[in-house]
């Protein structure tokens, strides 16, 4: 008997070895073909990029590419906050002022081979009660300071450590998103609106130019705003957590008109976009996920009503920056014509840049610069 079983059990690993023989059409498949992704959302962002922005960018964009899917480069936002002595720290360790930085790469751009891709686009406009008022030129909010280690130097940041009060030395993010902060040039006592806040990078930054009066952040996902929060605990001291000096609220930023207008000194517009860095490199929460495809397509829809909200918001005379992390002419170029054109047909309200001129005009001066 027990032959019998032993001679079944080397009948039946024959037959396995035999599926080669079996016709394809009868063959199981393997579990791996059913849960694989025959086509990874990164694979479809590349393509899309590809067919898109080599229109756009043209002979920059095989530079631009191969940056774009480079190991991603922080920088280190300094936190006023903490007492301990992190500016010193880091610059004995090499890294230098993201700005300053930048400034002294004086090499022809042909000569350079991008080493990190600065996806983030913004553009800043003045609500004017007049066309004929006169704008002040664009200044940058100097206590804001984003440290980096110089071009070609990999190092990475070790995580910050908390002062005596609990609080961290630094914050990591893209170096290219303090820009918007800067650019928004936040006054003493201005009040300020984050309408796009989480997960909270830049309404830190902003929090760094110690001039705000009062600022509201918000963001309609009540999960990322928790993030927010749990930021904002480890970098600010308590008592400008308050309700007088703070306001955080998850609102759907699209009716903000209809809540609070011609309120804010600054408004932010950080939308939610195509987020092309990311696009590339995580397969997890794509925008380019095949289920997520009417969300990608509705996307300049949902940046116009956002950025004519955060237009209504500001006071007369107040700055709206709008600002994306993605090249997308469409969803920046675009969208931000269509939000001038708009606020003046339907809302009577006249815009102008900062820089002079019409703000779509001048963002696309800086984009072909």
Aim: one cysteine or more.
């Amino acid at each position: 008997m027990m032959a019998l079983l032993l001679d079944s059990r080397l009948l039946i690993r024959k037959v396995k070895d035999l599926r080669c023989l079996t016709p394809r059409r009868n063959r199981v498949k393997e579990k791996w073909a059913v849960t694989r992704t025959k086509h990874p959302p990164t694979s479809l962002a590349l393509q899309h990029f590809d067919a898109t922005y080599s229109v756009q960018l043209g002979q920059l964009w095989p530079s631009v590419r191969a940056a774009l899917l480079s190991e991603r480069k922080y920088g280190a936002l300094l936190n006023h906050f903490s007492h301990d002595a992190v500016l010193a720290d880091l610059e004995a360790q090499g890294c230098r002022d993201f700005l300053s930085d930048t400034a002294t790469e004086t090499q022809p751009c042909s000569e350079q081979k991008p080493e990190v891709a600065t996806e983030e686009e913004s553009v800043s406009m003045k609500k004017c009660d007049s066309d004929s008022q006169q704008l002040a030129p664009l200044q940058l909010s100097p206590n804001i300071k984003c440290l980096v280690f110089p071009r070609g130097d990999i190092t990475r940041f070790k995580p910050a450590r908390p002062d005596m009060y609990g609080l961290l030395g630094y914050y990591l993010m893209d170096a290219a998103s303090v820009l918007p902060c800067l650019a928004l040039d936040v006054q003493e006592g201005h009040n300020v609106l984050d309408l796009c806040a989480a997960p909270g990078g830049k309404t830190l930054a902003l929090l760094q130019s110690q001039a705000i009066g009062f600022l509201c952040v918000n963001d309609a996902s009540v999960s990322r705003m928790l993030r927010l929060r749990k930021v904002l605990h480890s970098y600010v001291p308590k008592p400008l957590l308050t309700d007088e000096k703070l306001r955080i609220t998850s609102f759907d930023g699209t009716k903000w008109g209809e809540i609070e207008r011609n309120t804010f000194d600054r408004v932010l517009v950080d939308v939610p976009c195509s987020t092309d860095r990311h696009s590339l490199m995580e397969d997890d929460n794509n925008i380019f996920s095949k289920s997520r495809t009417g969300e990608r397509r509705k996307l300049p829809e949902l940046q116009l009503e956002l950025l004519l909200a955060g237009i209504e918001a500001a006071c007369p005379g107040g700055e709206i920056l709008y600002s994306t992390c993605t090249l997308s002419q469409i969803q920046n170029l675009g969208v931000v014509e269509q939000a001038v054109y708009l606020a003046r047909e339907n809302h009577g309200i006249q815009l102008q840049s900062p820089m002079g001129g019409n703000p779509a005009a001048v963002y696309q001066d800086s984009f072909s610069g």
